[in-house]
């Protein structure tokens, strides 16, 4: 009799605790959203590169309002890039995908939308993350190396689904805080240099889709300051590709063509 209650007791706590470790796994991941901890304790994920490259990227796009004056940008700069994209805007604007391919820039996976993670959904999060990996790599011929989550949110599910998928998370080392009402390209430049080493990953943002209007601007303009000073350090500036991170062996998907 005794030995069935403790076994009902065990049971109900277990029942219990289950919610609780499910939500741990979902959330603490996302603690990887703090700059600091993350380039002490997980360079890789920070996008920590070879000493004399910085990594240029881009997120939230392609948007056709904002992303061809990036393009140009880079090309009068003669650097390429790395662009974290959106897979519903990439089916809506598959030539400018394709156009940001043709001159040399690398594709990157943002997620099919960009949502914050509230409540676990791994079945979910692992189906979105497939389609767009896949998207990318019908329109632009090769399939995806990186993923960086909307916000940088790296919860418990969207990490498994990286992992299933064949993607790598990379976060940043250094932001331009360029999504604000009150950007400038002043304070973009200033923003990113402060944190900025060799080795570093730069996160930008091509479009103004998720934050204040306009306020892409403000990172096209700082784009000359920023590679000026980054050659004047003597380091060279790029893509993820280029960067010295290590890349994944592809689990699901491949490449393409």
């Known amino acids: 009799m005794w030995a069935g209650v403790e076994r009902g007791r065990s049971l109900a706590a277990a029942v219990a605790v289950a919610p609780v470790l499910a939500a741990a796994a979902h959330v603490v991941p996302a603690g990887t959203w703090l700059s600091g901890p993350r380039q002490l304790w997980l ?28 393009l140009a940008a880079l090309d009068e700069l003669a650097v390429r890039a790395t662009f974290f994209v959106v897979g519903e805007q990439v089916l809506l604007h598959r030539r400018l995908v394709q156009d ?10 943002h997620g099919w939308t960009h949502n914050r993670p509230w409540r676990p959904a791994p079945s979910r999060e692992a189906r979105h993350l497939a389609a767009v990996a896949q998207v990318v790599a019908d329109v632009s011929g090769v399939f995806p190396t990186w ?36 950007a400038t390209a002043e304070s973009v430049a200033a923003t990113i240099l ?29 784009l000359p300051g920023l590679v000026g000073a980054c050659r004047a ?8 590709g280029e960067h ?14």
């Open 244 to 257: 010295g991170v290590a890349r994944p062996t592809h689990a699901a998907g491949g490449r393409t063509r």
């Open 194 to 222: 402060a944190d900025l080493r060799g080795g570093g990953t730069v996160l930008l943002h091509d479009t103004d889709r998720h934050a204040a209007p306009d306020c892409w601007r403000a990172a096209l303009g700082a």
């Open 233 to 240: 350090a003597g380091l060279r500036v790029g893509t993820l």
């Open 43 to 70: 360079p890789t994920l920070a996008g920590v590169g070879t000493t004399d490259h910085v990594a240029l990227t881009f997120d939230d796009g392609p948007d056709p309002r904002s992303t061809p004056a990036f």
């Open 100 to 109: 940001i391919v043709r001159r040399g820039h690398e594709l990157a996976v």
């Open 147 to 182: 993923y960086r989550p909307p916000y940088g949110i790296l919860t418990g599910d969207r990490l498994l689904a990286a992992r299933r998928t064949g993607l790598r998370p990379v976060l940043w080392t250094a932001w331009g805080r360029d999504w604000t009402p009150h």
